[in-house]
Protein backbone atom coordinates (compact mmCIF):
# COMPACT_ATOMS: atom_id res chain seq x y z
CA UNK A 1 0.00 0.00 0.00
CA UNK A 2 1.45 3.24 -0.94
CA UNK A 3 -0.04 6.76 0.15
CA UNK A 4 -1.05 9.19 -2.64
CA UNK A 5 1.80 11.87 -3.77
CA UNK A 6 -0.13 14.52 -1.55
CA UNK A 7 0.17 12.60 1.19
CA UNK A 8 3.88 11.11 0.54
CA UNK A 9 4.49 15.27 0.61
CA UNK A 10 2.76 15.92 4.05
CA UNK A 11 4.74 13.28 5.46
CA UNK A 12 8.35 14.55 4.28
CA UNK A 13 7.42 18.26 5.12
CA UNK A 14 6.37 16.82 8.52
CA UNK A 15 9.56 15.02 8.82
CA UNK A 16 11.10 18.23 7.99
CA UNK A 17 9.42 19.87 10.44
CA UNK A 18 10.25 17.51 13.63
CA UNK A 19 13.67 17.42 12.48
CA UNK A 20 13.81 21.59 12.07
CA UNK A 21 12.40 22.15 15.20
CA UNK A 22 14.15 19.90 16.79
CA UNK A 23 17.64 21.09 16.12
CA UNK A 24 16.57 24.57 17.09
CA UNK A 25 15.54 23.58 20.57
CA UNK A 26 18.80 21.91 20.37
CA UNK A 27 20.55 25.44 19.41
CA UNK A 28 18.54 27.60 22.02
CA UNK A 29 19.10 25.07 24.55
CA UNK A 30 22.98 25.47 24.18
CA UNK A 31 22.56 28.99 24.03
CA UNK A 32 20.68 29.04 27.56
CA UNK A 33 17.09 30.40 26.10
CA UNK A 34 15.41 26.90 27.49
CA UNK A 35 15.65 26.27 30.87
CA UNK A 36 15.80 22.89 32.68
CA UNK A 37 16.62 19.36 31.45
CA UNK A 38 15.36 17.99 27.77
CA UNK A 39 15.41 15.18 25.36
CA UNK A 40 15.26 15.05 21.50
CA UNK A 41 14.19 12.74 18.76
CA UNK A 42 16.50 13.88 16.28
CA UNK A 43 16.58 11.05 13.31
CA UNK A 44 13.78 9.27 14.91
CA UNK A 45 10.99 11.42 12.56
CA UNK A 46 9.80 8.88 10.33
CA UNK A 47 8.20 6.83 13.70
CA UNK A 48 6.61 10.01 15.09
CA UNK A 49 5.53 11.35 11.68
CA UNK A 50 4.74 7.92 9.81
CA UNK A 51 2.26 6.43 13.02
CA UNK A 52 0.38 9.83 13.01
CA UNK A 53 -0.07 9.85 9.60
CA UNK A 54 -1.88 6.59 9.87
CA UNK A 55 -4.15 7.81 12.89
CA UNK A 56 -7.56 10.08 12.41
CA UNK A 57 -7.05 13.41 13.94
CA UNK A 58 -9.55 12.39 16.69
CA UNK A 59 -7.51 9.20 18.16
CA UNK A 60 -5.16 9.67 21.37
CA UNK A 61 -1.49 9.52 21.59
CA UNK A 62 0.71 8.75 24.68
CA UNK A 63 4.19 9.54 24.73
CA UNK A 64 7.55 9.46 26.48
CA UNK A 65 10.55 11.63 27.86
CA UNK A 66 11.28 12.17 24.03
CA UNK A 67 8.08 13.72 23.15
CA UNK A 68 8.07 17.14 20.99
CA UNK A 69 8.03 14.98 17.53
CA UNK A 70 5.16 13.22 18.88
CA UNK A 71 3.23 16.16 19.28
CA UNK A 72 4.00 18.07 15.96
CA UNK A 73 3.13 15.17 14.19
CA UNK A 74 -0.14 14.78 16.53
CA UNK A 75 -0.60 18.66 14.95
CA UNK A 76 0.57 20.13 18.23
CA UNK A 77 1.12 24.32 17.66
CA UNK A 78 4.49 25.14 17.34
CA UNK A 79 3.90 28.09 19.34
CA UNK A 80 2.34 26.79 22.13
CA UNK A 81 4.95 23.81 22.20
CA UNK A 82 8.27 26.09 21.99
CA UNK A 83 6.39 28.97 24.51
CA UNK A 84 6.20 25.90 27.08
CA UNK A 85 9.44 24.38 26.69
CA UNK A 86 10.67 28.33 28.09
CA UNK A 87 8.38 27.91 30.68
CA UNK A 88 5.90 30.66 29.41
CA UNK A 89 2.61 31.66 30.38
CA UNK A 90 1.55 31.34 26.72
CA UNK A 91 2.74 27.94 26.06
CA UNK A 92 0.15 25.01 25.86
CA UNK A 93 0.18 23.89 29.24
CA UNK A 94 1.22 27.90 30.37
CA UNK A 95 4.51 26.83 31.14
CA UNK A 96 3.68 24.38 33.60
CA UNK A 97 3.91 20.87 31.87
CA UNK A 98 7.54 21.68 30.21
CA UNK A 99 9.44 19.23 28.00
CA UNK A 100 8.35 15.98 29.66
CA UNK A 101 5.05 16.74 30.85
CA UNK A 102 2.98 18.85 28.58
CA UNK A 103 -0.03 17.87 26.77
CA UNK A 104 -2.37 19.23 24.53
CA UNK A 105 -5.94 17.11 24.81
CA UNK A 106 -7.54 19.37 21.46
CA UNK A 107 -5.44 17.29 18.98
CA UNK A 108 -5.76 13.75 21.01
CA UNK A 109 -1.77 14.22 22.75
CA UNK A 110 -2.51 12.80 26.23
CA UNK A 111 0.76 13.74 27.74
CA UNK A 112 4.61 13.51 27.36
CA UNK A 113 5.97 11.49 30.62
CA UNK A 114 8.71 11.00 32.55
CA UNK A 115 8.28 7.84 33.77
CA UNK A 116 9.54 4.94 31.37
CA UNK A 117 6.19 2.34 30.20
CA UNK A 118 3.72 5.05 31.84
CA UNK A 119 1.56 5.05 28.87
CA UNK A 120 1.71 1.83 28.36
CA UNK A 121 -0.37 1.41 31.32
CA UNK A 122 -2.25 4.59 30.48
CA UNK A 123 -3.14 3.41 26.86
CA UNK A 124 -5.42 0.59 28.11
CA UNK A 125 -7.76 3.26 30.29
CA UNK A 126 -7.97 5.05 27.45
CA UNK A 127 -8.68 2.20 25.17
CA UNK A 128 -11.38 1.51 27.88
CA UNK A 129 -13.28 4.48 27.40
CA UNK A 130 -13.17 4.31 23.77
CA UNK A 131 -14.80 0.56 23.65
CA UNK A 132 -17.38 2.26 26.16
CA UNK A 133 -17.99 5.39 23.97
CA UNK A 134 -17.97 3.11 20.93
CA UNK A 135 -16.52 5.79 18.97
CA UNK A 136 -14.07 3.96 16.92
CA UNK A 137 -10.91 5.89 17.57
CA UNK A 138 -7.67 4.46 18.39
CA UNK A 139 -4.77 5.25 21.07
CA UNK A 140 -1.16 4.91 20.31
CA UNK A 141 1.17 4.49 22.99
CA UNK A 142 4.83 5.42 22.61
CA UNK A 143 7.50 3.90 24.50
CA UNK A 144 11.72 2.93 24.02
CA UNK A 145 13.53 0.08 23.65
CA UNK A 146 14.54 0.64 27.67
CA UNK A 147 10.98 1.01 28.75
CA UNK A 148 9.82 -2.22 27.42
CA UNK A 149 12.25 -4.23 30.12
CA UNK A 150 10.01 -2.36 32.60
CA UNK A 151 6.73 -4.08 34.12
CA UNK A 152 4.52 -1.59 33.11
CA UNK A 153 4.92 -3.13 29.19
CA UNK A 154 3.66 -6.19 30.12
CA UNK A 155 0.92 -4.98 32.30
CA UNK A 156 -0.31 -3.23 29.57
CA UNK A 157 0.19 -5.12 26.57
CA UNK A 158 -1.56 -8.05 29.27
CA UNK A 159 -4.83 -5.86 29.86
CA UNK A 160 -5.36 -4.65 26.10
CA UNK A 161 -5.08 -8.21 24.61
CA UNK A 162 -7.13 -9.68 27.61
CA UNK A 163 -10.15 -6.89 26.87
CA UNK A 164 -9.34 -6.78 22.96
CA UNK A 165 -8.58 -2.76 23.44
CA UNK A 166 -7.85 -0.56 20.52
CA UNK A 167 -4.39 0.11 21.46
CA UNK A 168 -1.49 0.03 19.41
CA UNK A 169 2.06 -0.14 21.41
CA UNK A 170 4.87 1.64 18.89
CA UNK A 171 8.60 0.54 20.78
CA UNK A 172 10.55 3.10 19.45
CA UNK A 173 14.12 0.89 19.68
CA UNK A 174 16.94 3.36 19.26
CA UNK A 175 19.02 0.89 20.02
CA UNK A 176 20.17 2.28 23.63
CA UNK A 177 18.26 3.43 26.68
CA UNK A 178 20.24 6.04 28.16
CA UNK A 179 23.98 4.86 28.41
CA UNK A 180 22.84 0.80 28.28
CA UNK A 181 22.95 -0.65 24.91
CA UNK A 182 19.68 -2.97 23.95
CA UNK A 183 21.71 -5.77 23.11
CA UNK A 184 23.24 -6.13 26.67
CA UNK A 185 20.08 -5.24 28.56
CA UNK A 186 16.73 -6.92 26.36
CA UNK A 187 16.28 -10.72 26.64
CA UNK A 188 15.11 -12.77 23.53
CA UNK A 189 16.55 -10.04 21.47
CA UNK A 190 13.09 -8.90 20.04
CA UNK A 191 10.55 -6.61 21.35
CA UNK A 192 7.83 -7.71 18.80
CA UNK A 193 8.15 -11.11 19.50
CA UNK A 194 6.69 -10.23 22.72
CA UNK A 195 3.67 -9.66 21.52
CA UNK A 196 3.67 -13.88 20.82
CA UNK A 197 3.32 -14.52 24.58
CA UNK A 198 0.04 -12.13 24.96
CA UNK A 199 -1.74 -13.41 21.54
CA UNK A 200 -1.24 -10.25 19.49
CA UNK A 201 0.29 -9.20 16.07
CA UNK A 202 4.01 -8.27 16.63
CA UNK A 203 5.95 -6.51 14.23
CA UNK A 204 9.58 -5.53 13.86
CA UNK A 205 9.89 -2.73 10.73
CA UNK A 206 12.26 -0.23 9.83
CA UNK A 207 11.76 2.67 11.78
CA UNK A 208 13.45 5.04 9.42
CA UNK A 209 11.25 4.46 6.61
CA UNK A 210 8.13 6.95 6.83
CA UNK A 211 6.02 4.61 4.79
CA UNK A 212 6.54 1.03 6.56
CA UNK A 213 5.74 2.97 10.11
CA UNK A 214 2.32 3.83 8.01
CA UNK A 215 1.70 1.37 6.70
CA UNK A 216 2.02 -1.13 9.87
CA UNK A 217 0.02 1.67 12.04
CA UNK A 218 -2.60 2.14 9.26
CA UNK A 219 -3.30 -2.17 9.98
CA UNK A 220 -3.09 -2.09 13.34
CA UNK A 221 -5.50 1.05 13.58
CA UNK A 222 -7.93 -0.98 11.34
CA UNK A 223 -7.84 -4.03 13.67
CA UNK A 224 -8.12 -2.09 16.64
CA UNK A 225 -11.09 -0.13 14.84
CA UNK A 226 -12.48 -3.52 13.87
CA UNK A 227 -12.77 -4.39 18.11
CA UNK A 228 -10.31 -7.02 17.28
CA UNK A 229 -7.40 -5.83 20.26
CA UNK A 230 -4.21 -4.42 20.28
CA UNK A 231 -1.19 -4.54 18.17
CA UNK A 232 2.53 -3.79 18.74
CA UNK A 233 5.10 -2.98 16.40
CA UNK A 234 8.62 -2.53 16.78
CA UNK A 235 10.15 0.12 14.94
CA UNK A 236 13.91 0.25 14.40
CA UNK A 237 15.50 3.78 14.15
CA UNK A 238 18.50 5.48 15.33
CA UNK A 239 19.04 8.42 17.77
CA UNK A 240 21.00 10.85 16.36
CA UNK A 241 22.17 13.39 19.40
CA UNK A 242 22.89 12.08 22.73
CA UNK A 243 20.62 10.66 25.58
CA UNK A 244 19.92 14.03 27.07
CA UNK A 245 20.93 17.52 25.80
CA UNK A 246 24.54 17.68 26.87
CA UNK A 247 25.52 13.97 27.36
CA UNK A 248 28.48 13.70 26.37
CA UNK A 249 27.89 9.86 24.54
CA UNK A 250 31.02 8.42 26.26
CA UNK A 251 28.84 4.81 25.89
CA UNK A 252 29.43 4.98 22.03
CA UNK A 253 31.43 5.21 19.07
CA UNK A 254 31.78 8.28 16.82
CA UNK A 255 31.21 5.74 13.88
CA UNK A 256 28.10 4.62 15.31
CA UNK A 257 26.34 8.37 15.01
CA UNK A 258 27.91 8.83 11.97
CA UNK A 259 26.38 5.57 10.54
CA UNK A 260 23.07 6.19 11.83
CA UNK A 261 23.02 9.77 9.93
CA UNK A 262 23.51 7.52 6.94
CA UNK A 263 20.20 6.00 7.33
CA UNK A 264 18.69 9.87 7.51
CA UNK A 265 14.74 9.43 7.12
CA UNK A 266 14.38 12.49 6.01
CA UNK A 267 16.65 12.46 2.90
CA UNK A 268 15.21 9.18 2.23
CA UNK A 269 12.23 10.29 1.40
CA UNK A 270 13.29 13.14 -0.05
CA UNK A 271 15.03 10.73 -3.08
CA UNK A 272 11.98 8.98 -3.56
CA UNK A 273 9.83 11.87 -4.15
CA UNK A 274 12.62 13.50 -6.45
CA UNK A 275 12.82 10.26 -8.56
CA UNK A 276 9.04 9.83 -8.44
CA UNK A 277 9.38 13.55 -10.27
CA UNK A 278 6.74 14.43 -7.31
CA UNK A 279 9.34 16.96 -5.74
CA UNK A 280 12.18 18.90 -7.19
CA UNK A 281 15.09 21.61 -5.88
CA UNK A 282 12.58 25.03 -5.82
CA UNK A 283 9.47 23.17 -4.06
CA UNK A 284 11.81 21.72 -1.63
CA UNK A 285 13.25 24.76 -0.83
CA UNK A 286 9.99 26.49 -0.31
CA UNK A 287 8.84 23.43 2.24
CA UNK A 288 12.26 24.20 4.22
CA UNK A 289 11.63 28.13 3.90
CA UNK A 290 8.06 27.72 5.01
CA UNK A 291 8.92 25.72 7.81
CA UNK A 292 11.75 27.60 8.93
CA UNK A 293 9.73 30.53 9.22
CA UNK A 294 7.30 29.01 11.25
CA UNK A 295 9.56 27.97 13.69
CA UNK A 296 11.34 31.74 13.58
CA UNK A 297 7.46 32.37 14.42
CA UNK A 298 7.51 30.35 17.01
CA UNK A 299 10.41 31.34 18.75
CA UNK A 300 9.56 35.06 18.44
CA UNK A 301 6.43 34.02 19.98
CA UNK A 302 7.98 32.42 23.17
CA UNK A 303 10.95 34.98 23.62
CA UNK A 304 8.01 37.89 23.47
CA UNK A 305 5.66 35.50 26.19
CA UNK A 306 5.71 36.86 29.93
CA UNK A 307 6.71 34.14 32.59
CA UNK A 308 3.14 32.66 34.72
CA UNK A 309 2.70 34.90 37.51
CA UNK A 310 3.66 33.58 41.06
CA UNK A 311 0.07 33.68 42.34
CA UNK A 312 -0.90 31.39 39.20
CA UNK A 313 1.38 28.34 40.85
CA UNK A 314 -1.34 26.57 41.88
CA UNK A 315 -3.87 26.94 38.92
CA UNK A 316 -4.53 24.43 36.46
CA UNK A 317 -2.53 21.56 38.69
CA UNK A 318 -5.67 19.25 39.42
CA UNK A 319 -8.66 18.35 37.44
CA UNK A 320 -12.08 19.98 38.41
CA UNK A 321 -14.55 17.44 38.86
CA UNK A 322 -18.03 18.03 37.48
CA UNK A 323 -19.44 16.57 40.64
CA UNK A 324 -17.63 19.26 42.81
CA UNK A 325 -18.00 22.53 41.54
C1 LIG B 1 10.66 4.38 35.82
C2 LIG B 1 11.89 5.12 35.34
N1 LIG B 1 13.11 4.60 35.54
C3 LIG B 1 14.22 5.28 35.13
C4 LIG B 1 14.10 6.50 34.52
C5 LIG B 1 15.36 7.26 34.09
N2 LIG B 1 15.48 7.23 32.63
C6 LIG B 1 15.05 8.27 31.88
S1 LIG B 1 15.21 8.00 30.26
C7 LIG B 1 15.91 6.47 30.52
C8 LIG B 1 16.29 5.58 29.36
C9 LIG B 1 15.11 5.33 28.48
O1 LIG B 1 15.41 4.50 27.41
P1 LIG B 1 14.33 4.12 26.35
O2 LIG B 1 13.07 3.66 27.02
O3 LIG B 1 14.95 3.17 25.39
O4 LIG B 1 13.96 5.50 25.63
P2 LIG B 1 14.95 6.49 24.85
O5 LIG B 1 15.54 7.41 25.88
O6 LIG B 1 15.96 5.68 24.14
O7 LIG B 1 14.04 7.25 23.93
C10 LIG B 1 16.01 6.21 31.88
C11 LIG B 1 16.56 4.99 32.46
C12 LIG B 1 12.79 7.01 34.33
N3 LIG B 1 12.59 8.18 33.71
N4 LIG B 1 11.71 6.30 34.72
Known amino acids: MTPAPDRLLAMYAGMLRVRLFEERVRELFAGGRIPGFLHTSVGQEAVAVGVCAALRPDDYVLSTHRGHGHLVAK ?19 HGKGGTMHIADASVGYLGANGVLAAGCVLAPGVGLSIKHRRSGQVVVAFFGDGAANRGPFH ?9 KLPVIFVCENNRWASTS ?6 AGGSIAARAAGYGIPGESIDGNDVLAV ?4 TRAAARGRRGDGPSLVE ?23 AAGRRTD ?34 VAHAEASPLPEPHEALTDLFASYPWRD
Not at 181 to 186: E, G, I, K, W
Not at 214 to 217: E, H, I
Request: charged share 25%.
Open 214 to 217: WDAV
Open 265 to 298: PVARLERLLRDAKVLDDAHAQRVRDGIVAEIDDA
Open 155 to 163: EGVNLAALW
Open 181 to 186: AHALST
Open 75 to 93: GGSLRGLMAELYGKANGIC
Open 235 to 257: AHTIRWVGHFEGDPQAYRSKEEV
